[in-house]
Nanobody
Framework: QVQLVESGGGLVQAGGSLRLSCAAS????????MGWFRQAPGKEREFVAS????????RYTDSVKGRFTISRDGAKNTVYLQMDTLKPEDTAVYYC???????????????????WGQGTQVTVSS
């Protein structure tokens, strides 16, 4: 069993930065691919970024490329999402997710992930 706890959300002005953290429990965290998703009010949950278990492979949705960076620290059992140059359209609840494989073929699909955190709110004001 893996438990995920997100933190780092908040209110920020457009152009600002936030760093989200996802702390994971469980000895096998290091072997799992991880992802970040977000869900805005009235919209479906959408993929933001993913990282393989080694950290060597990352993927981003087009709207955040060049602005967001996903990383992981195996020693701390934590995955991060550094968000820079934030825009009002980035406002959403952000969720951390863990797969049960080290590399997954379709990391942008929620069904690939077995474990989810409770989410953290990110609000970007214009």
């Amino acid at each position: 069993q893996v438990q995920l706890v997100e933190s780092g959300g908040g209110l920020v002005q457009a152009g600002g930065s936030l760093r989200l953290s996802c702390a994971a429990s469980g000895r096998t965290f290091r072997s799992y691919a991880m992802g970040w998703f977000r869900q805005a009010p009235g919209k479906e949950r959408e993929f933001v970024a993913s990282i393989s278990w080694t950290g060597a492979s990352t993927r981003y949705t087009d709207s955040v490329k060049g602005r967001f960076t996903i990383s992981r620290d195996g020693a701390k059992n934590t995955v991060y999402l550094q968000m820079d140059t934030l825009k009002p359209e980035d406002t959403a609840v952000y969720y951390c997710a863990a797969a049960t494989y080290g590399d997954i073929s379709n990391p942008d699909r929620p069904v690939e992930y077995a474990y989810w955190g409770q989410g953290t709110q990110v609000t970007v004001s214009s």
